[in-house]
C-alpha cells in the first residue's frame, strides 16, 4: 500500500511540473505572438487576422457541407481563396505603407543608423509574414477539401 501512496504522490508531482512546464510555455508563445501582431501594426495586423478567421469560418462550412451538399462545399472554395489572397495582399500594402513612413522618418531626421533601419525592416516583413500565413492556410485547406470531394 505504501508503495501505491509513493507512486501516486510521485505521478502528481509530475503532472503538477508538466503543467507548469506547458503553461509557461504558452505563456511565452502568447506574449511573443501578441508583441509580434502588436508590432506589425494594430490596422493591417488585425485586417489580416479577419481574412484568416474569415477564411477558417469559410473552410467550416465546407467541410460541414462536404457530404450533404457538395455545390455549396465547391463555392465555398473560392471564397477561401478570396479571403487568403486578400489577406497576403493586404500584408503586403501594409509592408509598403510601413516602409514609406519609415524612409519619410528617415528623411526628416538625416539619421540614418543600421539599427533604426533593422528595426524598421523588421516590423515592415512581421504584415506579409501574417499574410502570408493566411494565404497558406487557406491554399493548404483547398488542397484537401479538393482531395476530400473527389
Known amino acids: 500500500m505504501y508503495i501505491c501512496k509513493v507512486s501516486l ?6 503532472k503538477l511540473k508538466i503543467l507548469r512546464i506547458m ?3 504558452t505563456g511565452l508563445i502568447g506574449t511573443t505572438l501578441i ?5 506589425g501594426g494594430a490596422f ?10 474569415i ?20 463555392k465555398m472554395l473560392k471564397h477561401i481563396s478570396d479571403s487568403g489572397t486578400l489577406g497576403l495582399a493586404l500584408g ?5 505603407i510601413g516602409l514609406i513612413t519609415a524612409f519619410d ?30 494565404f497558406s492556410v487557406s491554399k493548404l485547406a483547398i488542397l484537401i477539401l479538393r482531395i476530400i470531394q473527389k
Do not use: H, W
Open 55 to 74: 477564411s477558417i469560418y469559410f473552410i467550416a462550412k465546407s467541410l460541414l457541407n462536404i457530404k450533404s451538399n457538395v455545390e455549396i462545399s465547391k
Open 44 to 53: 493591417f495586423m488585425s485586417l489580416i487576422l479577419t481574412c484568416l478567421l
Open 9 to 14: 504522490t510521485q505521478i502528481t508531482k509530475m
Open 105 to 134: 522618418v528617415l528623411e526628416a531626421t538625416g539619421e540614418a543608423d543600421p539599427s533604426i533601419i533593422a528595426g524598421g525592416l523588421k516590423v515592415a516583413l512581421l504584415s506579409p509574414l501574417f499574410g502570408l500565413f493566411t
Open 92 to 96: 503586403v500594402m501594409g509592408a509598403f
Open 23 to 25: 503553461a509557461i510555455i
Open 35 to 39: 508583441n509580434r501582431f502588436m508590432e
